[in-house]
């Protein structure tokens, strides 16, 4: 959303590999919020594993997916730190809930040859066989400026350390980062 949000919900989304699982993890730590990361909403959600969703239905059937787990992480009770997952940007009806969403968006951002440095061959992830380059660059292009105009935070992940990434995030709560 655009402005503060009424609870401390923090939704970090971004390209695979930029970082949502760590400093996700590094929020809740320094805050003792939990954190949801997308493979565990998917699975409160529909019941299945992200892998599951892939191997049986495919590109369709794991936007169907994430796109439920996305709500599930909006219905979670705050305060909460949840990653989302990095294709949700390709659906309009994702695109308008984040839009709404009673959060704080955070866009952890990287430059595709960082990125492409952090998959390594890209095996254990979807989309990326055989040319993760290509393939990351082609994915960037349509998603970064969607990204970018939901985001309430943007933070470069290759140029801002996973502490100063979570500080960030604080700083940008507000008061709701220290309730009373
Ligand atoms: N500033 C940073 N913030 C987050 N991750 C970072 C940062 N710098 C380097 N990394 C590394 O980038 C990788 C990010 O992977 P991960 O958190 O699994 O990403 P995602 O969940 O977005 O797919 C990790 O190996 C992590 O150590
Ligand atoms: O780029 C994508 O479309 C995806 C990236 C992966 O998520 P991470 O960003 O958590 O690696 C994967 O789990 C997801 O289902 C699809
Ligand atoms: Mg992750």
Redesign the pocket.
Known sequence: MTGQPSEARVL?M?????????????LAAATGWPYV??DELVLRANGVTTRQVLDTGGRPAIRQAESRALRQALAEPAPLVA?VA?GVVEIEDDIATLRSADALVVW?H?PIE?LVQ?VGTGED?PWLSPDPEAALRRLAEGRDPIYSSLADLS?D??????G??VQRILDALGPLAHPS
Do not use: I
Request: proline fraction near 0%; include cysteine.
């Open positions: 970090l971004g390209m695979m590999a930029v970082g949502k699982s760590t400093v996700g993890g590094a990361d997308n990653g990095a952890l990287a960082v952090r992830r933070l992940t290759s140029a801002t350390s996973t100063e990434c």
